[in-house]
T-cell receptor
Framework: ETGVTQTPRHLVMGMTNKKSLKCEQH?????MYWYKQSAKKPLELMFV???????ENNSVPSRFSPECPNSSHLFLHLHTLQPEDSALYLC???????????????FGSGTQLSVL | DQQVKQNSPSLSVQEGRISILNCDYT??????FLWYKKYPAEGPTFLIS?????DKNEDGRFTVFLNKSAKHLSLHIVPSQPGDSAVYFC????????FGQGTELSVKP
């Protein structure tokens, strides 16, 4: 496999469920990101990890909990979500954070999440 | 407050003609700018970028123009092809990338 892989592609969950989104990158990158895309809105940055350390939490509610066990894997743990959290969740990676020109992001295909 | 804006949600162009997608930004500290293309059910893919020290970058049918004084960049696609139909996001960087809301381009045969 190459690039950035996200699973599952689609997820439907109730507000009381707990689920996790998984992302894996095979590009040898050191930075990984979670973005949220709602309809007709800009991509919203949620979390950034650089060399496994979280460097950005963009005021994301605590019902979203990221985990980065190594530079190749990124998880987003979900619990007690709200219907307004329904969106496309995109994972991305880049060579590193904070180096001009190196922040070209490579995205996965996303997880389309529906919260009922 | 949105730092990167794409004011046209959609654009329709005839095949073979030029497509011009526009993007405005507010932060003069942005160092570089990128365009991404997104097909339905796929993640965005990198298309072309430009550093703040340049005013033009060309890659095949795609050219990005940067007007720093106006805080404006544009993506020109010529000639446009039906396969170019997608949502185009501009992004500006200066430590982290800030995305616009996207413009949906439709190229009609």
């Amino acid at each position: 496999e190459t690039g950035v892989t996200q699973t599952p592609r689609h997820l439907v969950m109730g507000m009381t469920n707990k689920k996790s989104l998984k992302c894996e990158q095979h590009l040898g990158h050191n930075a990984m990101y979670w973005y949220k895309q709602s309809a007709k809105k800009p991509l919203e940055l949620m979390f950034v990890y650089n060399f496994k350390e979280q460097t950005e939490n963009n005021s994301v509610p605590s019902r979203f909990s990221p985990e980065c066990p190594n530079s190749s894997h990124l998880f987003l743990h979900l619990h007690t979500l709200q219907p307004e959290d329904s969106a496309l969740y995109l994972c991305a990676s880049s060579q590193a954070v904070g180096f001009q020109g190196l922040e070209k992001l490579f995205f996965g295909s996303g997880t389309q999440l529906s919260v009922l | 407050d949105q730092q990167v804006k794409q004011n046209s949600p959609s654009l329709s162009v005839q095949e073979g003609r030029i497509s011009i997608l526009n993007c405005d930004y507010t932060n003069s500290m942005f160092d570089y700018f990128l365009w991404y293309k997104k097909y339905p059910a796929e993640g965005p893919t990198f298309l072309i970028s430009i550093s703040s020290i340049k005013d033009k970058n060309e890659d095949g049918r795609f050219t990005v123009f940067l007007n720093k004084s106006a805080k404006h960049l544009s993506l020109h696609i010529v000639p446009s092809q039906p396969g170019d139909s997608a949502v185009y996001f501009c992004a500006a960087g200066g430590g982290k990338l800030i995305f616009g809301q996207g413009t949906e381009l439709s190229v009609k045969p």
